[in-house]
């Protein structure tokens, strides 16, 4: 396994109800290390920015108005094989699907409002990474 970093963001949903501190706290006890972090509030073209892959999908413009609709936190996150770790820390995409303990399973308000969001891929993740930081805020 090699040591990847990925990109999570703490969604609206998540940070209106005081639940940064525990989402962080699952990344951190799986031995993870949050190198860099940020609160901020998207505009709208950032969301649409940040998500341009789904552009096609139907969904497209309610995601980016419920990703601006609050602010998130989002941070950069280094250990062994983190991109698929921090996937299967969140689970399932659609709460109602997310496997017991998961955090979608346990916060996640809707299939939109997920509470969290992880990288994918690693090249996903260079380009959130990038989008979202500059090398200067990365400290390892
Ligand atoms: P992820 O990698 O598990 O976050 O899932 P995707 O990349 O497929 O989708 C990105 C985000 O779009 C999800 O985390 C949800 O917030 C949202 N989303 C995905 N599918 C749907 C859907 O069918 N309806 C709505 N409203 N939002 C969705």
Redesign the pocket.
Known sequence: MAVERTLSII?PDATRRNLTGKILARFEEAGLRIVAQKRLRLTREQAERF?A??SE???YD??CD?MISGPVVAQVIVGENAIALI?EI?G???PANAAPGTIRAEFGE?????SV??S?SPETAEFEIGFLFSGIEIIG
């Open positions: 969604k998500y892959v789904h999908r139907s969904f309610d995601l419920y996937r969140m399932a995409t659609n809707s299939i939109e409002a997920n969001h992880g994918d």
